[in-house]
């Protein structure tokens, strides 16, 4: 009976890392998405893509079992998309490009124009 006891207290911990990773994995998701709702996939390219693949590998290291990485990973997609959307506003359009914009004209702006093409030209000599 007694040799059985520390794994009985191991067993009763397994649950409360996954919980506890579990918790981090969705606070990391939700700031993710703060990040995006924040236009940081195109005004904080590099944080915002450091956020998501951090958070890309600790759910895969979730589903290994391997919950204290898979929290400290959360944790730092966490910080990165923080620091995204941080970005993204202070990278965001100007008051004075705004005024006179409708709601819909803000969240989708033009396409930007291509370049003028090149004409094509012979120069047979």
């Known amino acids: 009976m007694m040799r059985l006891l520390p794994f009985v207290g191991v067993l009763l911990f397994l649950p409360g890392c996954a919980a506890r990773a579990g918790y981090f994995l969705l606070d990391a998701a939700r700031t993710v998405q703060d ?3 924040a236009d940081a ?3 904080a390219i590099y944080e915002y893509t450091l956020a998501e693949e951090y958070l890309k590998k600790a759910r895969e290291e979730d589903g290994y079992s391997d919950y204290q990485a898979a929290e400290e990973l959360a944790r730092r997609a966490r910080e990165e998309a923080l620091r995204a ?3 993204a506003a202070e990278r965001g ?3 004075a ?3 006179g914009m409708s709601d819909e004209a803000r969240r989708n702006p033009p396409p ?3 370049a003028t093409p090149v004409p094509d030209v012979d ?3």
């Open 97 to 99: 490009d705004v005024e």
């Open 85 to 87: 959307a941080e970005t």
């Open 35 to 37: 990040a995006r709702d």
């Open 41 to 43: 996939e195109t005004r």
């Open 93 to 95: 359009v100007a008051p």
């Open 112 to 114: 930007s124009t291509p």
């Open 123 to 125: 120069i047979d000599p």
